[in-house]
DNA sequence: GGAGCTATGTATAAAAT
DNA sequence: TATTTTATACATAGCTC
C-alpha cells in the first residue's frame, strides 16, 4: 500500500526501481495513448530504461512524428546545411566518447587498477561499492548453486525409481543381466553431489549421460 | 468533480476537448519528467495537439534520444543521401555504442546488479575480480593511511625540536611565558594519531595550523 | 520478474470563478 | 479561454505469492 508520498529523485534500491520502472511505464503509455484519443493529438514516446532497453509508443508512425518535430525544431531535418547532421553525429560522437573513458576509468578502478589519485574517502566509497557487489555476487551464486542441487537431487530420485522399476522387470524376464548393473553404477555416482561446490565446478555435473 | 468515468473515444465538444488536452498533457509531461527522475530513464516526449501546435519534452536533449531511438530501430537513413563522412561517423558511433553498452554491462555487473543470465563459472570469475579489486583498493587506502601518519609523525618530531629551541630561547630571555605554554599544548594534541582510521577522515587532520 | 492486492496519493471531470 | 475547486476516478508503493 502506498503509505507515504514518494519523493522524486532516484530509486536507490535496484528491484524496487525496476518494478517502478515498469509500472509506471506503462501508466505513462496509457496516459499517452489515451490523451491521443480523447483530444486528437497526435504524440511519440520514447523511453529507455537504465539498462538500455527501449520502449516507444506512436499515436501514428514514430518515423511521421519525428519527422513532423524536425520540422518544428528549426528546420533541422531538411539539412539546409548538409554538414549539420554530421556536426550532429560528430558532437554525439564525442560524448559517448567521454562517456565511454569515464565508464574505462571506473572499471579500472573497482578492479584496482588506477588508484593513485584517490582520497581516502574516495577509496573507502570504492571499498563499500565492491562489498556490495561481492555480497550480491556471491548470494546469486549460491542460489544458482542450491537451484542446481536440488535440480540434481530430483533426477537422482527419478533415476532410482526408475532403476528399481527396470530391477523389477528383470526379475520377471531375467535373461539379461548387463544393462541392470550398469543403471546401478551410474545411479550411485549421481548421489555424491559436491560438497564443496564453492572451489569446484559444478555446472561440469550437470551433463548427465540420460536425456530429459 | 469527475462524476462520471469518462470513456476513452474522440470528445466532440471543441472547448471541454481543449482543456482536457492542456491538463492531461501537463499530466502526462510530469508523469514522464517523474519516470525519468525515479528510474533514471532516458525520456523523449512529442505532442501535436489536433491545432498542429507543438509540446515536447526530453529528459536528456530531444536530438540525442531520437538518435539513440534511430540506433534501436535501424533505420540509421536519415537523409536521402548520407555523405560518406556521415557514413562514417554513423558506423564509428555504432561502435562506440556498443562498446559503451559492453563497459555498461560489466560495470553493473559488478556491481551485483544484472546476475541473471550468469552461469555459475561467471559468478566465480566475477567473485573472483571482485575480490582482486577489494584487495588492491584496501591495500592502497592502507597505503595511503600509513604514509599519512608518518608524514604526520615526522611533522610531530619537527615541531617539538622547534618547541624545544623555542624553550631554550625562552630560557636566555625569559620576560614572555604566554607563547611557549601555548605550543605546547598543540604539540600534544598532535601527538593523538588516530588509531582508528579506518572509520576517521585520517586526511582532515592534515591540514595543520602551521606553514610547512 | 510478473501478477494481484489494498491503502493511500495523485490526476482530473465538471463546475465555479 | 485559463485557473481554481472539489468530488471522484485512477495510479501506484509496498507487500504477498
Known sequence: MTRQKIEIKKIDNISARQVTFSKR???LFKKAHELSTLCDAEIALMVFSNTGKLFDYSSSSMQQVIQR????SQELGLSEHPSIELQLELSNQTMLSKELAEKT????????EELQEMTIKDLQKLEKLLVGG??????AKEDRVLKDI???????VQLMEENWR?????????ENGHSSECITIVCSS??????????SDTSLKLGLPFPD
Open 134 to 139: 561481492i555480497t550480491r555476487v556471491s548470494q
Open 150 to 156: 536440488s535440480s540434481l537431487k530430483r533426477k537422482e
Open 166 to 174: 527396470l530391477k523389477q522387470a528383470q526379475h520377471l524376464t531375467p
Open 190 to 199: 549421481l548421489a555424491d553431489i559436491p560438497q564443496d561446490y564453492d572451489t
Open 25 to 27: 511505464r506503462r501508466g
Open 69 to 72: 518535430h524536425n520540422l518544428h
Open 105 to 112: 576509468r571506473e572499471l579500472r578502478q573497482l578492479k584496482g
